[in-house]
Structures are given as structure tokens and as C-alpha cells.
């Protein structure tokens, strides 16, 4: 969930904050990310994704406990509380997350001479790879052995699937 909703955040935030820069008459040049690529790699992404892994893990140890409790009633308050808690944490931090980006997205464009910057997989074909540059402005994080295998919960969007059959 963490990776793919990142993704799309910074999607939905380049596309809604498209820099402009060109005048009448003038052709506009187009940008691109590999989202994936600046969230794996990025020191703010590591730093992102690890505080929602943390958060993940602290919230499972909750519902464990309430598990534990073998009240149904208990288990279930925890599974809903923890599933609000997470989507709150969540949104804080890719808000902080996109903030970031659009700045420094837009820093970028201008620097490259680009118009417009769209995520990789929005281009049919052409435009100019802008990662390297956002990558090199924003700060690469050390090689992390997490990055592509990461322990984030799965993309479902809440906690709410860790809860066992009944």
C-alpha cells in the first residue's frame, strides 16, 4: 500500500502542479519521473516508507494484543481504531511527502527547461527523463537492502486485512 499510494500521490501532485513556464507561441517541453525510482532511492522516500513501516508494526502489535484478550468485541474496536489511526499517519506523511516533491519538481523543471513533468508511465513516448536531476537536487539515500524489498503491509489500503477468518 505504502509504495503504490505514494506513487499515485506523486502522480496526482505532478499533474495537478504543472509548472508552467512557456510563453504564446511557444512549444512546451515535457518532463518526466520514474515515481518508483525517487521514492526507492530518494532519502526522503527510505525516510517515508520507514516511518510507515514503524507504524504498521506498532499497530500490529496492538491488535495483537487485543487478540490476545479473546474478547470479539475488543478485537474488533482494535481493528477499526487501528485501521483510522493508519490512514491518519498515512495521509500526514504523504502529504508531507507530496509537498516535498512539488517544490522540488518544480525547482527541477525549471532548471531542465521543462514545461510540464508527468510520472514515466503518463508518456506515450518521447519527453525528457528528469529523475536523475530530482534525485541528484533531492539526496540519494545509501543502497538499502528494503528498497526493492520492502516489509510494508500490502496494497490494501487498510489494516483491516490482517484480521484473521472467523
Given at each position: 500500500?505504502?509504495?503504490?499510494?505514494?506513487?499515485?500521490?506523486?502522480?496526482?501532485?505532478?499533474?495537478?502542479?504543472?509548472?508552467?513556464?512557456?510563453?504564446?507561441?511557444?512549444?512546451?517541453?515535457?518532463?518526466?519521473?520514474?515515481?518508483?525510482?525517487?521514492?526507492?532511492?530518494?532519502?526522503?522516500?527510505?525516510?517515508?516508507?520507514?516511518?510507515?513501516?514503524a507504524k504498521h508494526q506498532e499497530i500490529m502489535g496492538k491488535i495483537k494484543a487485543a487478540e490476545d484478550s479473546q474478547n470479539q468485541e475488543e478485537v474488533?474496536?482494535?481493528?477499526?481504531?487501528?485501521?483510522?489511526?493508519?490512514?491518519?499517519?498515512?495521509?500526514?506523511?504523504?502529504?508531507?511527502?507530496?509537498?516535498?516533491?512539488?517544490?522540488?519538481?518544480?525547482?527541477?523543471?525549471?532548471?531542465?527547461?521543462?514545461?510540464?513533468?508527468?510520472?514515466?508511465?503518463?508518456?506515450?513516448?518521447?519527453?525528457?527523463?528528469?529523475?536523475?536531476?530530482?534525485?541528484?537536487?533531492?539526496?540519494?539515500?545509501?543502497?538499502?537492502?528494503?528498497?526493492?524489498?520492502?516489509?510494508?503491509?500490502?496494497?490494501?489500503?487498510?489494516?483491516?486485512?490482517?484480521?484473521?477468518?472467523?
Amino acid at each position: 500500500m505504502n509504495k503504490r499510494y505514494s506513487k499515485l500521490m506523486i502522480l496526482g501532485a505532478m499533474m495537478m502542479g504543472v509548472v508552467s513556464v512557456a510563453g504564446c507561441g511557444h512549444q512546451d517541453k515535457i518532463g518526466y519521473i520514474d515515481s518508483n525510482k525517487v521514492i526507492a532511492e530518494s532519502t526522503k522516500g527510505q525516510e517515508i516508507t520507514q516511518k510507515l513501516n514503524a507504524k504498521h508494526q506498532e499497530i500490529m502489535g496492538k491488535i495483537k494484543a487485543a487478540e490476545d484478550s479473546q474478547n470479539q468485541e475488543e478485537v474488533q474496536k482494535a481493528y477499526a481504531a487501528a485501521d483510522q489511526e493508519y490512514q491518519i499517519y498515512a495521509k500526514a506523511m504523504k502529504n508531507d511527502l507530496q509537498t516535498y516533491m512539488e517544490r522540488n519538481i518544480g525547482e527541477v523543471a525549471k532548471e531542465q527547461g521543462v514545461t510540464v513533468v508527468v510520472d514515466k508511465n503518463a508518456v506515450g513516448g518521447g519527453g525528457v527523463d528528469v529523475t536523475d536531476a530530482l534525485l541528484k537536487k533531492i539526496g540519494t539515500a545509501k543502497p538499502a537492502a528494503d528498497a526493492s524489498t520492502s516489509t510494508a503491509p500490502a496494497d490494501t489500503g487498510s489494516t483491516e486485512n490482517s484480521q484473521p477468518a472467523q
